[in-house]
């Protein structure tokens, strides 16, 4: 079995490495180098630091919400007095096993755009596997809210208007939380305004186990079926929760947005708001992109300025950057 692995994996190198053209007929071995391509990209950690100062925003780095060492998370505040300000809480990807909270996709562009209008960003690690699986990644993700909910006054921030948000396998936690706010409320979180989603494609888990995936899914996620339910925001989803945002990739050939769709349709049978944004970027792209001017980052700004009035006020207070 391996050696056919280990002969595929080299095939694809090859065909991705030589540059060789896919007919039209070729649509099954497409998929499948584009499955890998973004299977790839989910899993490879830009251990690249945040690009440098940024003008008008302070940095406070490795503040510790518990005892492990990567129950740390950075805050990026504006640097002048505040009062009540919103807080976006990033949590990064990573297929449950890599990443960090300074990757510069997951914090340069919205820094750059949201923390000088007035929002103050903090972006969390989590422990990682085998420290941690992802249901108690979840609630790492769940220990750093409260913290921040705590703390947040000292910062000019209000703990009430935190939004969470997360990419790839961070999406997933903060999914997970959204639909199942009692592991919030198990280590002292407080309900918060809202949940971004950036291209999770881990609503329903235990589909993805029970058909053709990727490695990693097995990795973060083993062989018992009531952990794959236990892990999964579709079969979590019980009662309304707060507003979520689910933004999905039109191009990867694993579909993400059908999940994202379903988890849309049972929630909003229970009364609770959630919105499905399609877009025509790359899994990557749809979190290094977001804080760029583009209707994209307008659209994620409307969610957020619909959660809130201080959001509203913030993401609208320059007009002559829309």
């Given at each position: ?16 490495l030589l540059g060789t053209p896919l007919s039209a007929k070729a649509g ?26 940024v003008a008008g925003v302070r940095l406070l780095r490795d503040r510790p ?189 694993d579909k993400p947005c059908m999940q994202a769709q379903s988890f849309a ?58």
């Open positions: 079995m391996q050696n056919r692995e280990a002969a595929a994996s080299l095939f694809l190198a090859l065909v991705l099954p071995l497409r998929d499948v180098i584009e499955l890998h391509r973004a299977q790839r990209a989910e899993t490879t950690t830009d251990a690249a630091a945040a690009a440098g100062p919400y518990g005892d492990h060492p990567r129950q740390r998370f950075d805050i990026y505040q504006p640097d002048r007095p505040l009062q009540g300000a919103p807080i976006l809480l990033m949590v990064h990807g990573g297929g449950w096993s890599r990443g960090d909270k300074a990757m510069s996709a997951a914090v340069d562009n919205k820094v750059a755009r949201w923390v000088p209008q007035g929002v103050i960003l903090v972006s969390t690690n989590y422990r990682l596997q085998p420290d941690a699986a992802p249901v108690e990644q979840a609630r790492d993700v769940a220990r750093a809210l409260a913290a921040v909910q705590k703390v947040a006054a000292g910062w000019g921030g209000d703990g009430s208007r935190v939004v969470l948000m997360g990419h790839s396998a961070g999406a997933h936690l903060v999914s997970l939380l959204a639909a199942a706010p009692e592991l919030a409320e198990e280590v002292g979180a407080r309900p918060w305004l809202g949940t971004v989603a950036l291209d999770s494609a881990g609503f329903d888990v235990e589909t993805i186990m029970l058909a053709k995936h990727a490695r990693l899914y097995d990795t973060a996620f083993g062989k018992d079926r009531d952990y794959w339910r236990q892990a999964s925001p579709l079969h979590r989803l019980r009662v309304a929760g707060v507003p979520l945002l689910a933004v999905c990739s039109t191009q990867r050939p349709d049972k929630a909003r049978g229970l009364g609770m708001v959630v919105e499905v944004l399609g877009q025509p970027l790359s899994h990557r792209d749809i979190n290094q992109s977001l804080g760029l001017t583009s209707a994209y980052t307008t659209a994620v700004e409307s969610f957020l300025g619909r959660l809130d009035p201080a959001f509203q006020r913030v993401l609208t207070a320059d007009p002559l950057r829309r």
